[in-house]
């Protein structure tokens, strides 16, 4: 998760793409 939060602080828009991809994935499982 540090790894994530960093991503997030250096490039919130990779982070959001990052929540929709988990959410994407989340929903097809």
């Given at each position: 998760?540090?790894?994530?939060v960093?991503?997030?602080?250096?490039?919130?828009?990779t982070?959001?793409?990052?929540?929709?991809?988990?959410?994407?994935?989340?929903?097809?499982?």
């Amino acid at each position: 998760h540090e790894s994530a939060v960093k991503v997030d602080l250096n490039r919130p828009v990779t982070g959001s793409l990052l929540k929709r991809i988990r959410n994407g994935k989340k929903a097809k499982s």
